[in-house]
């Protein structure tokens, strides 16, 4: 039989250890600290060897083993690693053994994450910027990053390494103060780099295109949701190989069976009770090894291990780190494709356990379940939860389905939800009923009708779920664009009605589109864009004061609340926000090509609309279409006349003309 001989250090090796030792299969792993050593399961088919060795060293040490031209030595070291690859080839050529480099799984990313070939460009790049920066790349790499930087910015430099003394040696001999120093063990998840970039207010966060399971896509998301700049060091070009499932094959001479790999079921266990469980799925959880979900599903389950945790990053750690699951349960609420947590987990196990065989089980959701209960259907129904995610935002695209839709369910976070959507419904002047499903399918189940009032001061507490029943529900308008005399103006100028539908109209906005109106005035076409269609959100940024003031009470005028407010001057107030799909620009103050180039870096294909009454303006957009090259180009100019009444006669009084310039960039 060949020798195997597993140069480790990454989540990958650890794995090919644990499918060979599940399979009886002898074989060798070199790591290079301790800490490689701490990670590995312990068991006595697989010998661990510990310490760095260089391409020689790696001869002698496979020389040792007595390897040979039909054996195999496996490369599942770091992607980054790229000295130690070529020691492990230079070693396997001198020997002429099999060479076998792992790939790991890279993520696709979004084209505006900044991208760099080397730590010194990256480095270099970062000198220039403003803001706390976390680097995530190891303590290898430090020196190059140090080398390349001002005293001022490794200042504002924090560095997260592994807690070993080699680790935080380096730190000292690069001068990196002790307060800047995270010493951590992995996972990180998205949640934990979260508050990592918020407990240190970082702006910019530095990592390599470490894959699926080095947690670059954990990292991705945490930038996103902190606002912060993500800069990628892109990964050697010869970083070629195969899969741990493929080095498997070679090394063993056949495929890792289907019984051998990891069955993962996950499942909607219904609104709670025993009762509304499948029959199928109680079955799955005998026979499982572990059963993971919240500790009020799984308090009362019949299995071997319970582990009372949903999250996806907990439940891999799990799985990954105990090779004696081989069958799981992981339960969720309801019905788990129905606003379910089931679908992230689905998405995490599908990315980082890719080989598993995942089956995704139904359950009876509350909502079926209260609208069995009160006799009313839900096919003509709006389906929508605030479960969780009750901002102002998701709140008025739920007041949006309620007044133009008879029955509208509603998943609830807790009654404070309920009293929440009482209060809106009753600022909208709507008449509508309240059938709220407390506890459903428990023994202290109960269903009750109120009205407006009562739900308002509803403090039953429970899991609830409920049925907004409106009877006088509108007809939605079909072009929904709003009138002049509905705004408040005061003195602040205001884009007139035609020539805001106009421009509005030019934009080619869709659904779920992120916008942004530039020179706000009184906020008449962000919220003229934010009454299209709830699903939108409209960023509006104003530059004074007496303007931005306005616009928010014409938001509260007209319950607008997917329009959000900015005071500040563009462009550098636009980077603190989600990039946008769409762009008006009503005001520039003369920086119209520092606001495009701005809106670029975020984001390619955006479609822009631009208002000019100056010729300057006129020529300046110009400029912009040719030098940008812009795409789908539409200009057009309006003039209008209004009708005043003097005396006895009706006279015409023009308005300044109007260039509507759109294009995409």
Known sequence: MKKIVIFSGTTEGHMLSDMLSGSGVEHHVCVASDYGSDVMDNNSLASIHVGRMDALQMKDYLNGLDIRETDIVIDATHPYATEVTHNIKEAVKNIGAIYVRIQRESIDCDESINRYDSVAECAKALDATEGNILLTIGSNQLGAYCENVSDETKKR?????????????????????????????????????????????????VTKDSGVSGGFEEKLEASALVKARCHVINRPQDDEGISIYKAFEMATGKKYDDDKKMS?????????????????????????????????????????????????????????????????????????????????MLQALSERLPDANIRVLPGISSVSYLSAAVKESYDDAILFSIH?????????????????????????????????????????????????????????????????????????????????????????PVTGLLCDDMFIRDKVPMTKECIRNESIIRLNILCGDIVYDIGGGTGSVAISIGALHPSLKVYTFEKKKEAYELIKKNIDNLHTKNVIPVLGEAPQILKDYPAPDR??????????????????????????????????????????????????VDIIQISCSNIKKIGEHNMMQSENPVMIFAFTI
Do not use: W
Request: aromatic share 8%.
């Open 388 to 476: 969780g995610r009750n901002d102002a935002f998701r709140l008025n695209e739920l007041i949006d389905h309620i007044i133009y839709n008879r029955k509208t369910f509603v998943l609830l976070s807790g009654d404070e939800d309920l009293r929440n959507v009482a209060g809106i419904t009753e600022d909208h002047n709507l008449d509508c009923r309240f059938i709220v499903g407390k506890d459903l399918s428990y023994d202290d189940e109960k269903i009750l009708t109120l009205n407006t009032k009562e739900a308002k001061a509803y403090e039953g507490g429970g899991i609830l779920t409920l049925l907004v029943i409106n009877e006088n529900a509108k007809k939605r």
């Open 264 to 344: 993962i079921v996950i499942a909607g266990y219904g609104p709670g009770s025993n009762g509304c469980v499948i029959a199928d799925l109680n079955g799955m959880i005998r026979e499982s090894d572990a059963v993971f979900g919240a500790k009020r599903l799984i308090e009362n389950v019949d299995a071997k291990r319970k582990y009372p945790v949903y999250m996806p990053d907990d439940i891999l750690d799990i799985l990954k780190k105990d090779i004696g699951i081989k069958k799981a349960v992981i339960l969720y609420t309801g019905d788990c494709s129905f606003y379910s947590g089931a679908s992230k």
């Open 157 to 205: 430099t924090y560095v997260r390494i592994l807690p070993v003394n080699e680790s935080l040696k380096i730190c000292g001999e690069q001068d990196i103060p002790s307060k800047n120093i995270i010493a951590m063990h992995g996972p990180f998840g998205r949640e934990l780099n979260t508050a990592l970039m918020k407990q240190y207010d970082i702006k910019h966060i």
């Open 583 to 632: 762009v008006f620009i009503g005001g520039s103050s003369k920086r119209l090509k520092e606001i495009i180039c701005e809106l670029k870096m975020k984001k390619a294909g955006v479609r822009y609309v631009v208002n000019a009454v100056s010729l300057e303006t006129m020529a300046a957009t110009q400029d912009i279409i040719r030098d940008f090259d812009a795409k789908d």
